[in-house]
């Protein structure tokens, strides 16, 4: 039996709550199709640095390399707030997808029907909802050298660096093409080439790689058009295609489609199927330890990590089908409640997802 070894770091704030439903999820997987996962946990954010100082142990690192996937809670909180940069719980995110290199990030935008009146958009610009935003992730703004602050004639200065190369974005926008040929073949750039000198060459290599998928329709868009469009007509996308900073707000943005930021999973990978899993929420200290957590996109990130890094597609489907049974029967996250549902806790949740997926696998 292969075995999958699996990297577990909740985290901080509902980062744990919302990890031991995925695992609890996963490991019905597991006993189901007969997979064999091994989850080893470790520190990692403001919790690792309450105990030892750093937010991205080395321990921590050392498991992940020696792991086949990483499936990480949500780190972050006020409590760390005024730690130098270094020593923010963020920091070891950022370690993590550059000592990686997961450079590809995929946030799928799902709309579950059941959940289309859990959006503050009518019904009739939501309906047939489904875009994939493929973010690059390893470099512009929130990598570039030199990120400082320093004096100018008395004046402080504070200085971050937008740095993009030809090969870094080849390397995303060819992730991107293959996704949309596997799609409706329809793939919209986002950049801001009118003003930034990185969006121009961004566009021109988009451009260059669009010559090898000549299948694909390819459209060009301004970030603050993409971001209006969005919200004005979801339905025109299929796969947005952006960079770092771009793709971190429209993918927020893109949250309110679904109801809910509890909703959305995300994927960060590498060309050998390596990855980091996890939800696109943060840590919600304002709600941790309240058991009100939603736990879905978690749960669902781990069926990214199925389908992803361990090729295990009827996994994954299964994971999803039985997400969408629980949301069909009624019940409900705070976060996604309405009228009429069922108001569950965060355990709850992940208890039926379990139930839901032993008995349409049975």
Known sequence: ????????LPGDGIGQEVTREALRVLKAVGNKFGRKFVFQEALVGGTAYDETGVPLPPETLKLCENSDAILLGAVGGDKWDNLPSSLRPEAALLTLRKHFDLFANLRPIILFPPLIDASPLKREILEGTDIIIVRELTGGLYFGKPKERRKNNGDVVAVDTMI?????I???????FQIARNRRKLLHSVDKANILETSRLWREVVNDVAQDYPDVELHHLYVDNAAMQLLRNPRQFDVILTENTFGDILSDEAAMLTGSIGMLPSASIRGDGFGMYEPV????????????????????SSAMMLRFSFQLEEEARAIEKAVLEVLELGYRT???????????????????????LYKSIS
């Open 1 to 8: 039996m292969a075995e999958y070894r699996i990297a577990v």
């Open 164 to 168: 993009y190369s030809e090969s870094e």
């Open 170 to 176: 080849k390397r995303i926008a060819n992730v991107a």
């Open 281 to 300: 929420h943060g840590s919600a200290p304002d709600i941790a330890g309240k058991g009100i957590a939603n736990p879905i996109a978690t749960i669902l």
């Open 334 to 356: 705070p976060d996604i409640m309405s009228d009429g549902k069922k108001q569950v806790s965060t355990t709850e949740m992940g208890s039926l997802i379990e139930e839901a």
